[in-house]
């Protein structure tokens, strides 16, 4: 009955309505919104050391060296967070297992490493940020040296701001002298770090820097990580009888030098690198000697010379400049000519 006379209405004429009697139906608009974020002045600095699944692995600043696991915050959308990175951290900095931390804050990047699939991919990935040397690991023998590769990894370094580093393995199965050679008129620095060579050399260079280190699968890329930081037993494979090595390494990876000393960033062996995204001018514009001239050149140069450019200003440098040009347009070849892939050449 007392139902019956709710539907008709005449259970609500004799009494006034209260707060039962509202029914508010739930929606997106019942929580305000704001575009206030909050500033985070309490977060730690550390550096991105891992990257797997949505998950960072963080070492935080300071006299412990704190190891902690991240997840984005959301205010940070879509930003990407890759090895090297310097960023902003908080929540449960405690470190210990199953806890998690947030990274709330990206750090502006003074260096960053670049490479797409190909030369024709639009889509441009990070492989390192913040590193301030780059190690071209090459073998000298097993699998075959390919300039080409070098060449590519020169550019991408110049334009991202990294020192370039050549660092030539299995000298023991080939002499280093000519394929150092072919890189001479750029002063290069070459290492030679077979297994039998001395490693302190290559020590004195990794002290007090963030170094990557890039190459392909095979050329022994790992074995040296394992040199330098022995307890970060890197897996080690072998190559294969066409000449390329098995991808061994999955995840780029930042180790620490013995004693805090530095850091080497191993990232995974790659069989192509695409350089997309560099115009002729990224690339001369990394030379101090160079990089004035070219104000000069026609609209749309490439600076790769006669017969291509033959009104290309750095035709008119002399001197040590003009062996440099030599040197650059050998690795503007590289990027106004080829597909991403290695050249045969070397």
């Known amino acids: 009955m007392a139902a019956d006379a709710r539907r008709d209405g005449s259970a609500l004429s004799g009494r006034q309505l ?10 997106k608009g019942s929580r305000p919104r704001t575009k206030t974020r909050p500033a985070h002045d309490d977060a730690l600095e ?14 935080l600043d300071g006299p412990d060296a704190t190891r902690v696991v991240c997840m984005r ?16 951290v908080v929540g449960d900095l405690s470190g210990t297992v199953d806890t998690l931390a947030r990274i709330v804050r990206v750090d502006e990047r003074s260096s960053v490493l670049r490479r797409t699939a190909d030369d024709t991919d639009p889509y441009e990935r990070v492989v390192v940020a913040n590193a301030s040397q780059l190690l071209i690991v090459t073998a000298l023998a097993d699998p075959p040296p390919r300039t080409g590769f070098v060449e590519r990894a020169l550019v991408a370094a ?32 070459v290492l030679i770090a077979g297994r039998d060579d001395p490693l302190e050399p290559v020590l004195d260079t990794l002290r ?4 990557a280190l890039i190459g392909h699968s095979g050329v022994g890329k790992s074995t040296l990580v394992n ?17 390329k090595g098995r ?35 990224d690339l001369v514009n990394a030379f101090g000697d160079l990089r004035d001239a070219i104000d000069e050149c026609p609209r749309g140069c490439t600076h790769l010379g006669p ?21 650059v347009r050998a690795l503007l070849s590289a990027v106004v000519h080829t597909d991403g892939h290695d050249s045969p050449r070397g």
């Not at 959301?74 to 090895?83: D, K, M, N, S």
């Open 18 to 27: 209260d707060e039962t009697d509202v029914r508010i139906r739930p929606g």
């Open 73 to 88: 915050a959301r205010e940070l959308g879509r930003t990407p967070i890759v090895v090297g990175d310097r960023v902003g």
């Open 247 to 281: 991808h061994t390494s999955t995840q780029s990876v930042a180790l620490e030098l013995p004693g805090r000393q530095g850091w080497v960033i191993d990232t995974p062996g790659i069989r192509s690198f695409g350089l997309a995204n560099v115009a002729p001018d």
């Open 46 to 59: 550390g550096m991105v050391i891992s990257v797997d699944r949505g998950r960072w692995g963080c070492v």
């Open 307 to 327: 017969p291509t450019d033959p009104e290309c200003a750095l035709d008119t440098l002399t001197g040590e400049a003009a062996r440099r040009v030599t040197a």
């Open 227 to 243: 040199r330098v930081v022995p307890d970060a037993y890197r897996a080690v494979g072998v190559v294969s009888g066409v000449g």
């Open 208 to 211: 007090g820097h963030v170094s």
């Open 158 to 189: 110049y334009v991202g701001g990294l020192s370039p580093i050549l660092c030539l393995t299995k000298s023991d199965l080939a002499d280093a002298d000519e394929f150092r050679a072919a890189f001479a008129d750029l002063d290069l620095p």
